[in-house]
């Protein structure tokens, strides 16, 4: 039983990292928060079920193709919509807010009913050590290893990732030697986006599809990146998996009932006690 736990906590951890690092990148580049990631997750659930039925699509062309599209749709909305909002923190985090209620009412109108997703993963399960669990939870915990190793090279070492790195540690200084911020800045809400989305088409399987999916997973992505550290990708990761495993525990032990009251009080716990986060630095702020 307990290795049914750790698996289920390891997929459900998996998850709050892939959004979790959505809202890292947007706010090591920028300092602000968008909360429409969770609304972004629901959208990239719906896009891979759009996929999967229309175009019967398998996992890994449907995982690329949204990955691909959310990338372009968070570099467009990047300059349409995110860029008139950086005046101030909180006009940022209004905006966003509005955007992700506007993105969750667009799908309700087209989707007024949850729909089942298809199992594009396989409809088997694994045996391990007693634990019984379905093909899906090996393929949230690949693909999101594949994506933290892909993100990983790309920051480490190739020209763009030295860029996005160089505008997320300071945007004047990036500037004067010649990196295009405006660019780097939509490419990081492009991979935003792209990480998400990718997490909803993961998850879809497990669950049926609707509209307010995003809402707590967006909420509890964002308590793991806290709890991690909002500023700290490896901290953002060990703050999902963390808080997935946590849940699983509680919710077998103690009562499923009290599984989101976890996850929000380690939020409180952490802003009151250590609001930087696990790993996460102080950032001093330009006068």
Not at 209 to 228: C, H, T
Request: glycine fraction near 12%; include cysteine; hydrophobic fraction near 55%.
């Amino acid at each position: 039983m307990l290795a049914q736990l750790l698996v289920g906590g390891l997929g459900t951890g998996c998850i709050y990292a892939l959004v979790g690092l959505g809202f890292t990148l947007v706010y090591r580049t920028l300092r602000m928060v968008n909360f429409a990631q969770g609304q972004v997750f629901m959208a990239g659930t719906f896009l891979g079920l759009f996929g999967a039925r229309q175009f019967g699509l398998s996992a890994l062309p449907l995982l690329l193709l949204v990955a691909a599209i959310s990338f372009a749709i968070g570099m467009l909305l990047e300059r349409m919509v995110f860029r008139r909002l950086y005046a101030s923190h909180e006009v940022f985090v209004v905006g966003a807010i509005g955007l992700g209620v506007m993105i969750e009412n667009g799908f309700r109108i087209v989707y007024p009913e949850p729909l089942p997703f298809p199992k594009i993963f396989g409809a088997g399960v694994y045996h391990l050590h007693g634990a019984v669990f379905q093909k899906t939870y090996l393929w949230i915990l690949i693909v999101t290893l594949a994506l933290v190793v892909t993100l990983h090279v790309l920051f480490a070492y190739t020209r763009t990732g030295r860029a996005l790195r160089a505008v997320a540690s300071d945007g004047e200084i990036a500037a004067t030697m010649g990196v295009n911020v405006q660019r780097a800045i939509g490419a990081t809400f492009g991979l935003s986006f792209a990480v998400a989305a990718v997490a909803g088409v993961l998850i879809g399987p497990l669950y049926f599809v609707s509209p307010d999916l995003g809402d707590m997973v967006g909420l509890k992505a964002f308590s793991a990146a806290v709890l991690g550290g909002i500023n700290s990708v490896v901290g953002t990761i060990l703050g999902g998996l963390a808080l997935g495993l946590m849940e699983a525990l509680a919710a077998f032990y103690i009562s499923t009932d009290y599984k989101d009251l976890l996850a929000f009080s380690i939020l409180m716990l952490m802003l009151l006690v250590r609001p930087q986060g696990l790993l996460g630095r102080v950032v001093p702020v330009k006068v």
